[in-house]
């Protein structure tokens, strides 16, 4: 799960994206946000067409909108202060760039100061309006929509760039002439005005439902650009002209597309039919369906990183599940019994976690389920523990493992750092893993789990920080002198974690049939099985790195070997 404060970017850099996209692409399709949450959704919203990832190059924080969301008319009526406002939760919750809609951009001293402000906060592009301050939203008929004198504008439009610090930032002229009446000779008039005096493209603006007249104004602005020698980018803003194709729209000369309203008119749209549902229904059910659920909206946000680094970093809160039940023929009482020094082994897991902080611990139980006598833990019984194997064992803990858990088998001991390791590592599934067994494999008796990574694991035995490397394989039949590590028992799974495997656990439990990776059938299926197969569907599955700290109990001898050790 990508967290959303990795969703970054400084300001310098954020600002020269747009710049670059122009020069090397031509084209950028933008679209319209008005508050944190809509920009959240433009920035991450992908969709893959015929192999291609369409996505909305950068933002457009439209007058209309802004002040509709705060509720008000479009007429310059919110004041600046407010307006950065708006600019700052769209720039707080993205990584695009983000085009400014500056309306007349006021007077010229208030636009300076302007166009400082959004410079220093990594906007690309601020595009004015030629009409006098205070204007009335072009889409609507019969108001008022009187232009600026090009004088003027062209002036204001100087002062700007003068102002300007970077390479990068824009200042693109916005022609009301089709608005206003004025027509197609007269826009191109001013566009060469604005041009002249600086701008770095020209948005030419209508409301008529046929694309002609703008691409009327685009064939005329190539012979303009033509004329002066040089092409700045040309803007337009599809609203009323919507059945035209960007690629049309291209192909006629347009360098950026601006879808400047839809999120919040799709918004009102929805908000007005839930109301009213509810209204009708006197209870939200019939509602429900209108609505995205609580957790998507949790999670857009940032919430469920949150929760999850709580859980990561807050180890109090972190669940741990250890499936005991299984049997094993060199013992005749579970292995987690085990007397080590006097103490069971699941005892001094048990103490180690709660070293941890931990306390959230459940055990599977199910051979010999009367000998777990250890309080300060909650039990779960697999009774068909002969049928069903540990993977069974760990799903019968399938509600515990909300919100991501540690697993750990019930026959190891291991130490705190281990455990407090695991729990600031980076990853959704991450098992813990160690390489010391490859130096004395020789003397090794014992059927290993083994794993291959996908980089081999480096020869220096002295690391500063963990390295990053994933699992590609995992088994008992890999060959000792080619696998690269030996599975510890103790595993970690996030939220998103947690997802994965629930997922594929219950659909393999209603679909699989015959072996199970290493086991005979899914029913004997070991925990190892399933990350197997988690890798095989192409889901990520992360390595700590360990270096001792930790001891299985495979066998009666080992017993002896651990009492020494403790
Ligand atoms: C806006 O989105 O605020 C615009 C475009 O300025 S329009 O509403 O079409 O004038
Ligand atoms: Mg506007």
Redesign the pocket.
């Known amino acids: 799960m990508e967290l959303k404060l990795k969703r970054r970017i400084l300001p310098d850099e954020r600002r020269r994206i747009l710049k670059n996209l122009l020069d090397k692409k031509g084209f950028a399709r933008i679209l319209?946000a008005h508050n944190g949450l809509s920009a959240i959704i433009a920035n991450n919203i992908k969709e893959i067409i015929n192999n291609e990832i369409l996505e909305f190059d950068g933002f457009?924080a439209?007058?209309?909108?802004d002040s509709a969301a705060k509720g008000y008319p479009?007429i310059e009526i919110i004041g600046v202060e407010s307006r950065y406002e708006t600019i700052r939760q769209i720039l707080n919750n993205t990584n695009k760039p983000m085009i400014i809609?500056g309306?007349t951009g006021g007077e010229a001293a208030n636009f300076e100061y302007f166009v400082r402000t959004l410079e220093d906060m990594g906007v690309s592009m601020v595009i004015i309006?030629d009409k006098k301050f205070p204007k009335r939203?072009?889409?609507e008929s019969g108001t008022i929509q009187d232009q600026e004198d090009p004088e003027i504008f062209a002036t204001k439009i100087k002062r700007g760039k003068e102002v300007q610090i970077s390479k990068d930032f824009m200042i693109v002229a916005r022609i009301e002439s089709l608005i206003s009446g004025s027509g197609l000779k007269d826009a191109i008039f001013r566009a060469k005005k604005y041009l002249l005096a600086g701008a770095d493209g020209i948005m030419i603006?209508s409301?008529d439902i046929d694309p002609k007249e703008i691409l009327d104004f685009a064939m005329e602005y190539n012979k303009l650009s033509k004329e002066l020698g040089f092409r700045k980018p040309l803007v337009c803003?599809p609203?009323t002209y919507n059945t035209i194709s960007e690629d049309k729209l291209q192909d006629f000369g347009f360098n950026i597309v601006i879808y400047?309203?839809h999120l919040l008119r799709a918004a009102h749209k929805a908000m007005k039919e839930t109301a009213s549902i509810i209204l009708r229904s006197k209870r939200a059910f019939e509602a429900e369906s209108m609505c995205s659920p609580v957790k998507t909206v949790f999670k857009d946000v940032g919430f469920l990183d949150v929760k999850e680094k709580d859980m990561k970093y807050n180890k109090g809160h972190i669940k741990v599940i250890i499936p005991a039940a299984g049997t094993d023929p060199e013992f005749d009482i579970p292995k987690a019994m085990t007397i080590l020094k006097g103490k069971p082994v699941l005892q001094r897991q048990i103490e180690t976690l709660k070293n941890c902080g931990i306390n959230d611990i459940t055990v599977i139980r199910g051979f010999k389920k009367e000998e777990f006598s250890i309080d300060g833990v909650s039990y779960i019984d697999n009774n068909d523990y002969d049928k069903y194997y540990i993977l069974h064992s760990l799903f019968k803990a399938e509600e515990q493992m909300e919100g991501g858990f540690l697993f750990i088998y019930s026959d190891i001991l291991f130490n705190e750092q281990i455990i407090k390791n695991l729990l600031t590592s980076n990853g959704d599934i991450i098992l813990a893993l160690d390489n010391s067994y490859t130096y004395h494999k020789h003397k090794i008796d014992k059927n290993l789990e083994l794993i291959l990574t996908k980089n081999k694991p480096s020869e220096q035995t002295r690391d500063l920080y963990q390295i990053e490397n994933e699992i590609i394989r995992i088994g008992r039949t890999i060959n000792m002198d080619m696998a690269d590590y030996e599975f510890t028992g103790i595993a970690y799974f996030s939220e998103y974690g947690v997802e994965i495997i629930r997922r594929i656990y219950n659909e393999c439990k209603l679909n699989h049939k015959g072996n199970f990776h290493e086991a005979d059938s899914f029913g004997k299926a070991s925990f190892i099985d399933l990350i197997q197969e988690v890798i095989d569907r192409g889901f990520r599955v992360d390595i700590l790195e360990v270096h001792k700290g930790w001891f299985e109990i495979h066998n009666r001898k080992d017993i002896e070997v651990a009492e020494r050790l403790i």
């Open positions: 319209e457009w439209s007058s209309f909108t479009d809609d309306d309006e939203n072009s889409l603006h409301k803003v609203t400047a309203n």
